[in-house]
C-alpha cells in the first residue's frame, strides 16, 4: 500500500529474527520529513544494522538514507553532514585528506543518524569514549515538528537524551562531528593468541594502555580449559615514514561480495561452526605484526553484503552486555558454560574492555568488559537461552546494548539504566503522545503505558 509519503512493506532488525510491516518513508528534503512527521507515528530509522527491534515500528518509519549530504568538511576536520549519509562514506571523503572517524562500530554501513543514536563504541572505546561523545552539534526535529540545534553546550539535557536515545527524542536531521587526523589508511596490529579465559583477561590488563584499538576475538564453541581462548588484536595507525616508498598512502577497498539468497535454518550447524573458529583461530600465530588497510581491520564483516543470510530465514540474535569492573574470568566462565549447556551454537564471540561511560542517559558504555556473541535463532529454547543470559546479566549489575537487543523486558531494562527515569520525563515533556515509538521502546517501557 502507498500513501502520500511512502509504502508499506517489510522491514527487519539486522538479526532478520524480528521482522513487521510498517510503512517506509524515505524524505529527500527535511520540510518533506515534517510533513510526514506531523501525521504519523512511528520511528528513524538508518541503514536498519540494530539486530532487534530499535528500528522498527509498525506505523511508520523515517528512513534517512536520502537526507544524505556531506556539508562541510573544515581544514580543522570538523564535518557537517545529513544524518543519513553512512560512515563508510565519511571516511571515502575524509580520509583523502587525512582525517578519519574518532569512533567506528564493526560496519561502515551504519548512519551518522544512527550512530549518535545508539551512542556506538569501537576497539578504542577505552582511549577515547564514544561516537556521540564527538559530536559537536545535532539538528534534531522534534514530535512538534521544530528543529533544534543541541549540543554539549546548547540544550545539554536534550543533546544527552538525545546520544544514546534510540531515536525516541527526534529524527536527527543533521550533525557535526569532530574527525581526528589519521597520517594513513594502515593499522599496524599485533595479533596475540591466548589458551583460556585468564589468559584473554590478563592480556586486556597488560595492553590496553599500550594499544589505541584492543578487542578479543574469542572462540565461542571451545570448552573446559580452553573455554575463553582468543585472538587477540592491538592496533595502531602506521605512520607515514613506516610506508615504503610508493605506497598508496589512502587506499580505499573494492566492493563486497553478496550472500545470494537466504540460506536454510541451521545451515550454519555446530559443526559449520566449530570449523570455523578453529580455522580463525589457528590462522592467526602468536605475536605476529600485520599492517593492516583500515576496512581490512575496522570492518572484517563488511567483506560480504548481507551475511545475516546465512542465518536462514529464522536469523539471529546478539546477545552484548556490559558487566562493572569487579566482574572477571570467573562470572564470564559461567555466562558462556550457560550457552555450552543448553548446547545452543554461538560463532563469533568478541570481547573487549571498556573505558568510563558517556553522559548519554542510555548510552550503553560504561566502564568494565563488554561480551558480544551472534546466537543463531532457534525458536523459543534461544529465547529462553537469552532470557537467563540477561538475568545472569542484571545480576551481575551489568547492562545489555539496546541497539543488539531484541528480548529485554521492561523489569530488567529499569535496572540495568538506572537514568530511564529521567530520560522518560523528558520524553514526556517533549512528546507527550509518543509520536516517536519502536517496538524496543515500547517492549521495555520507554513509550506507551508508563
Ligand atoms: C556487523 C555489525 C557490527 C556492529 N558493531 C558495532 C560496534 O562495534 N559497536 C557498536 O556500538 N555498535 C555496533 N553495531 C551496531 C550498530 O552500530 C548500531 O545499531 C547503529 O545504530 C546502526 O546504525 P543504522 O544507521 O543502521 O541505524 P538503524 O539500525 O536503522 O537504527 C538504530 C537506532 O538508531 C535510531 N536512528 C537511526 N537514524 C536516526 C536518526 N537520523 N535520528 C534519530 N534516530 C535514528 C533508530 O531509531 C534506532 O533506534 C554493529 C552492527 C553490525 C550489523
Given amino acids: 500500500m502507498t500513501s502520500q509519503f511512502g509504502r508499506r512493506m517489510e522491514i527487519a532488525g ?45 506505523d511508520r518509519v523515517w528512513q534517512t538514507t536520502r537526507l544524505n549530504r556531506m556539508l562541510r568538511l573544515g581544514a580543522d576536520g570538523l564535518l557537517t553532514a545529513e544524518a543519513g549519509v553512512s560512515l563508510g562514506e565519511i571516511i571515502r571523503l575524509a580520509l583523502p585528506q587525512g582525517w578519519t572517524l574518532p569512533v567506528t562500530p564493526g560496519t ?32 534534531l526535529c522534534t514530535a512538534d515538528g521544530d528543529l533544534h540545534r543541541i549540543g554539549p553546550d546548547q540544550e545539554p539535557d536534550l543533546f544527552w537524551a538525545t546520544v544514546g536515545g534510540m531515536g525516541l527524542t527526534g529524527v536527527i536531521v543533521e550533525a557535526s562531528l569532530r574527525l581526528v587526523a589519521a597520517e594513513t589508511g594502515y593499522l599496524t596490529v599485533d595479533y596475540e ?28 564453541l571451545s570448552t573446559g580449559r580452553s573455554l575463553g581462548r582468543a585472538v587477540l588484536m592491538g592496533g595502531r595507525i602506521t605512520e607515514r615514514r613506516e610506508l615504503q616508498q610508493g605506497t598508496e598512502v589512502y587506499p580505499m577497498p573494492r566492493g563486497a561480495i553478496g ?15 566449530l570449523a570455523f573458529n578453529a580455522v580463525y583461530y589457528g590462522m592467526h600465530r602468536p605475536e605476529r605484526q600485520k599492517r593492516e588497510a583500515w576496512w581490512k581491520f575496522f570492518y572484517p564483516l563488511d567483506v560480504a553484503d548481507d551475511w545475516y543470510k546465512l542465518y536462514g ?41 571498556m573505558g568510563e561511560g558517556s553522559p548519554g542517559l542510555l548510552s550503553f558504555p560504561r566502564a568494565g568488559l563488554t561480551l558480544a556473541l551472534d546466537l543463531p535463532m532457534q525458536g523459543e529454547r534461544s529465547v529462553e537461552l537469552f532470557r537467563d543470559l540477561y538475568a545472569m546479566t542484571a545480576d551481575l549489575g551489568g547492562r545489555v546494548y539496546l541497539a543488539k537487543d531484541a528480548f529485554l523486558t521492561q523489569e530488567l531494562f529499569r535496572r540495568m539504566y538506572p537514568q530511564w527515569q529521567a530520560f522518560v520525563h523528558l520524553k514526556t515533556r517533549l512528546d507527550p503522545h509518543d509520536r516517536f515509538r519502536s517496538q524496543l521502546s515500547e517492549r521495555v517501557g520507554l513509550s506507551g503505558v508508563r
Wanted: hydrophobic residues 40%.
Fill in 108 to 139: 561502515q554501513w551504519v548512519t551518522l543518524g544512527g550512530a549518535i543514536a545508539a551512542d556506538v563504541h569501537g576497539k578504542n572505546h577505552h582511549e577515547v569514549g564514544t561516537f556521540g561523545q564527538h559530536v559537536t552539534e545535532i539538528i
Fill in 193 to 220: 593468541r591466548t589458551q583460556g579465559l585468564e589468559e584473554t583477561l590478563e592480556w586486556f590488563s597488560g595492553n590496553d594502555a599500550a594499544y589505541p584499538f584492543t578487542v578479543a576475538w574469542i572462540d565461542g
Fill in 313 to 353: 530465514r529464522r536469523g539471529f540474535a546478539q546477545y552484548q552486555a556490559v558487566y562493572p569492573p569487579e566482574v572477571g574470568a570467573r562470572e564470564l566462565r559461567a555466562l558462556l558454560e550457560r550457552i555450552h549447556k543448553a548446547r545452543h551454537p554461538n560463532f563469533l564471540g568478541v570481547l573487549k574492555r
Fill in 14 to 58: 539486522w538479526g532478520h529474527a524480528l521482522r513487521t510491516e510498517a510503512e517506509v518513508v524515505r524524505p529527500e528534503l527535511v520540510t518533506r520529513l515534517r510533513e510526514s512527521l506531523l501525521s504519523g507515528n512511528g520511528i528513524a530509522r538508518g541503514l536498519g544494522r540494530a539486530y532487534g527491534d530499535a528500528a522498527l515500528a509498525t
Fill in 259 to 273: 550472500v545470494p539468497f537466504e540460506f536454510p535454518s541451521g545451515t550454519l550447524s555446530r559443526s559449520v561452526g
